[in-house]
């Protein structure tokens, strides 16, 4: 490997499950203790895989905001003794509002973090209690203010929507509000009933019943519309921010840019192999045990990298560059791409400038369907 962007670190432990979440996540926090330990152990002998300068380190999860201070230093130490970390890297953690205490904050703040990421979701009290989630709309306001008090100046919110019952009014209140907090990035996602949850179960039982496809149309269009409004730039499908507040480690995934995983269920890349750790907490923790931590590894295909090369970059306003698409796959791709790409780009759903193939505002609406008519499956 000659080349990682970031550290990826996933923190699997919450207070309580959310009830839309299939992230790989535990409510057990006696676990923590042994966890740093692996973590830091994981951290220490996969440390031959770059000699590289880390620019991102990224701490999700899972709440990373459940940990204490000696588990973030142990951590650091780990990272900084082992890897050549940039001084000017982008360094995040994912916290949920209710840990955000006056106390908490300035912790956070006197430790190398210079990036917050904060689960508020909805700001209002119904959506945030039928999400299962542990916070009001308040808490999270002033959660954010404390956060920007301490001197966090770059500060990303996630956003639901498409909830079952969200009105458009709703959903334009949370995003006025969202926008009143002044802070510099958004990710914002539609919801999705995945198998494995609560949501899901509701949703067949007959419990609760999805937005109409219109009204979850029309919420994208608010989202994109008010967020590039206020000056936010929409740089990816999901995410907004302001100019210079990019997410540099989300960025990299998107460019392709390789990044090694640490802790249960975290996924690392090196530019031609994906791999996987362990999806339980319990058998990572013994991982450590005995120095050998259970991953799986996939070389991929050139036509597995020819596909993700298509649906990262296309969910950018980076594109698809088609001079390094031929760079790296050949001629064959380039013209299979090209062949797929032009009703698109008769039908002005996809636009190309220079070498660059990117979505039209419309072409966001049906990204879905370009960007598999522009995979190969065969
Ligand atoms: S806090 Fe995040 S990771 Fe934890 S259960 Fe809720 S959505 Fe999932």
């Given at each position: 490997?000659?080349q990682?962007?970031?550290?990826?670190?996933?923190?699997?432990?919450?207070?309580?499950?959310?009830?839309?979440?299939?992230?790989?996540?535990?409510?057990?926090?006696?676990?923590?203790?042994?966890?740093?330990?692996?973590?830091?152990?994981?951290?220490?002998?996969?440390?031959?895989?770059?000699?590289?300068?880390?620019?991102?380190?990224?701490?999700?999860?899972?709440?990373?905001?459940?940990?204490?201070?000696?588990?973030?230093?142990?951590?650091?130490?780990t990272?900084?003794?082992?890897?050549?970390?940039?001084?000017?890297?982008?360094?995040?953690?994912?916290?949920?509002?209710?840990?955000?205490?006056?106390?908490?904050?300035?912790?956070?703040?006197?430790?190398?973090?210079?990036?917050?990421?904060?689960?508020?979701?909805?700001?209002?009290?119904?959506?945030?209690?039928?999400?299962?989630?542990?916070?009001?709309?308040?808490?999270?306001?002033?959660a954010?203010?404390?956060?920007?008090?301490?001197?966090?100046?770059?500060?990303?919110?996630?956003?639901?929507?498409?909830?079952?019952?969200?009105?458009?009014?709703?959903?334009?209140r949370?995003?006025?509000?969202?926008?009143?907090?002044?802070?510099?990035?958004?990710?914002?996602?539609?919801?999705?009933?995945?198998?494995?949850?609560?949501?899901?179960?509701?949703?067949?039982?007959?419990?609760?019943?999805?937005?109409?496809?219109?009204?979850?149309?029309?919420?994208?269009?608010?989202?994109?519309?008010?967020?590039?409004?206020a000056?936010?730039?929409?740089?990816?499908?999901s995410?907004f921010?302001?100019?210079?507040?990019?997410?540099?480690?989300?960025s990299?995934?998107?460019?392709?840019?390789?990044?090694i995983?640490?802790?249960?269920?975290?996924?690392?890349?090196?530019?031609?192999?994906?791999?996987?750790?362990?999806?339980?907490?319990?058998?990572?923790?013994?991982?450590?045990k005995?120095?050998?931590?259970?991953?799986?590894?996939?070389?991929?295909?050139?036509?597995?990298?020819?596909?993700?090369?298509?649906?990262?970059?296309?969910?950018?306003?980076?594109?698809?560059d088609?001079?390094?698409?031929?760079?790296?796959?050949?001629?064959?791709?380039?013209?299979?791409?090209?062949r797929?790409?032009q009703?698109?780009?008769?039908?002005?759903?996809?636009?190309?400038?220079?070498?660059?193939?990117?979505?039209?505002?419309?072409?966001?609406?049906?990204?879905?369907?370009?960007?598999?008519?522009?995979?190969?499956?065969?």
């Amino acid at each position: 490997m000659d080349q990682v962007a970031g550290i990826y670190l996933h923190i699997p432990f919450c207070k309580s499950r959310c009830t839309y979440c299939d992230f790989y996540m535990g409510t057990n926090e006696s676990h923590i203790d042994a966890f740093v330990e692996a973590l830091s152990m994981e951290a220490t002998l996969r440390r031959g895989e770059t000699r590289d300068p880390i620019g991102t380190i990224y701490f999700g999860g899972g709440t990373p905001s459940r940990l204490q201070r000696h588990h973030f230093e142990r951590i650091f130490d780990t990272l900084y003794g082992h890897y050549l970390i940039e001084a000017d890297a982008e360094i995040t953690v994912e916290a949920n509002p209710d840990d955000l205490t006056e106390e908490y904050v300035a912790m956070l703040a006197s430790l190398p973090f210079n990036r917050l990421s904060i689960g508020i979701q909805s700001f209002d009290d119904k959506e945030l209690h039928a999400l299962s989630r542990r916070h009001t709309a308040r808490e999270a306001i002033d959660a954010v203010k404390r956060c920007q008090q301490q001197g966090f100046h770059n500060i990303s919110v996630d956003l639901i929507y498409g909830l079952p019952g969200q009105t458009i009014a709703v959903w334009q209140r949370n995003l006025a509000l969202a926008l009143a907090l002044e802070i510099q990035h958004i990710s914002s996602y539609h919801l999705i009933y995945e198998e494995r949850t609560r949501m899901y179960r509701l949703l067949q039982s007959g419990r609760i019943t999805p937005v109409p496809e219109e009204t979850s149309t029309n919420m994208f269009a608010m989202l994109i519309d008010q967020l590039t409004v206020a000056g936010f730039i929409h740089y990816e499908i999901s995410a907004f921010a302001k100019e210079g507040f990019f997410s540099r480690h989300n960025s990299s995934y998107w460019k392709d840019v390789p990044y090694i995983g640490l802790g249960p269920s975290a996924h690392s890349y090196d530019g031609t192999n994906r791999s996987w750790n362990v999806r339980s907490i319990l058998r990572y923790n013994k991982g450590a045990k005995n120095g050998q931590f259970e991953r799986e590894k996939e070389q991929l295909s050139p036509q597995e990298r020819y596909n993700e090369f298509i649906l990262t970059g296309l969910r950018t306003i980076w594109g698809i560059d088609l001079r390094e698409l031929e760079k790296r796959f050949g001629k064959e791709f380039l013209d299979y791409c090209r062949r797929n790409a032009q009703p698109f780009l008769e039908r002005g759903v996809i636009r190309q400038e220079g070498s660059k193939l990117t979505l039209t505002r419309e072409g966001i609406f049906i990204s879905d369907g370009i960007m598999s008519d522009l995979m190969r499956v065969n």
